[in-house]
């Protein structure tokens, strides 16, 4: 099992950015894809996304595109996650997830962080 912890969740304005951090330890991580969830008020987690060990990343949500940088320092087993450009819209809590291999991390990811809210006011 992997343990994850995030940090960097806050209250930002409209327009703002915020970067968000997830350590993770209890396991070699070359193998696994790692990234970031986010739950909205009302709404399912969704993905949004994930990076491997060598720096292929896929994004799940077009609305984040551009907006949304993640990268991971292999060094201290930790993802970040960039958001800029902040709107009420990325309001949620967001959760730091992994896979290993061939294991689907958008639908099926193995572990998860306990999550860390991120507000955006108007």
């Known amino acids: 099992q992997v343990q994850l912890v995030e940090s960097g969740g806050g209250l930002v304005q409209a327009g703002g950015s915020l970067r968000l951090s997830c350590a993770a330890s209890?396991?070699?991580?070359?193998?696994?894809?790692m990234g970031w969830f986010r739950q909205a008020p009302g709404k399912e987690r969704e993905p949004v996304v994930s990076?491997?060990?060598?720096?292929?990343?896929?994004y799940y949500s077009d609305s984040v595109k551009g907006r949304f940088t993640i990268s991971r320092d292999n060094a201290k087993n930790t993802v970040y996650l960039q958001m800029n450009s902040l709107n009420v819209e990325d309001t949620a809590v967001y959760y730091c997830?992994?896979?290993?291999?061939?294991?689907?991390?958008?639908?099926?990811?193995?572990?998860w962080g306990q999550g860390t809210q991120v507000t955006v006011t108007s």
């Open positions: 997830a992994v896979a290993r291999g061939s294991r689907s991390w958008s639908t099926n990811p193995e572990d």
């Open positions: 990076i491997t060990y060598s720096g292929s990343v896929i």
């Open positions: 209890g396991r070699t991580l070359s193998s696994y894809r």
